[in-house]
């Protein structure tokens, strides 16, 4: 049976750390989907989302077991859709740990065939945040190197 996994996420920008996330989970997966959500929390996105779909699918051209969509529902409900019972999240720290380990009870409660996968972060990469990314880049500094090249 083919094994799907969504990677939701903001993405606001997607940086080396998703990218890195993504690479790895294709080891253990046939299918990645990276869906981009509007996160209640983090209404007002700084790159706009279309722009970074499309970003997003030139890092994976000519990648079949790559997917890039945009969604607006809980994402047990788009897991379910898709035919993906693995959601993939990256942990950074303890603070990462404190929140996914809430979200991941609830979608396990939401869904109860989804079984959520943390990826520990690549150490060169546990210190890149979109969030930090967004506030350099409004500031004008050059947050390339952060960044997959086609990003
Ligand atoms: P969200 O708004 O859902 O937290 P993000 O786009 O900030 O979305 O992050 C999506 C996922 O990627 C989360 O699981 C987050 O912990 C993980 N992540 C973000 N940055 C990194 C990184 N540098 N290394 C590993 N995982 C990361």
Redesign the pocket.
């Known amino acids: 049976m083919k094994k799907t996994a969504i ?6 920008p997607y ?1 080396k ?2 990218h ?2 993504v690479m790895r989970s294709l080891d253990i997966f046939d299918e990645v989907i990276i869906g981009i ?1 509007y ?1 209640s929390t ?1 209404k007002n996105r700084y790159f706009d989302i279309d722009l970074m779909v499309k970003k997003i699918e030139s890092v994976y051209e000519g990648m079949d077991s790559v997917k890039v969509i945009v969604y607006n529902e809980l994402t047990s409900t788009l897991a379910k859709k898709h035919g993906a019972n693995f959601l993939i ?4 720290n303890t603070t ?1 740990f404190e929140y ?1 380990n809430t979200i991941s009870q609830m979608n396990r409660y939401l869904n109860e065939d989804l079984e959520t996968v943390f ?1 520990i ?2 150490p060169q ?2 210190a ?3 969030t930090v990314i967004r506030e350099v880049h409004r500031y004008g500094g050059d947050v390339s190197e952060f960044l997959p090249y086609s990003i």
């Open positions: 990677f939701p996420g903001s993405f606001d940086t750390g998703h890195d996330i959500g996160n983090k999240r990256g942990l950074r990462d996914e990826l972060t690549s990469y546990a890149i945040s979109s």
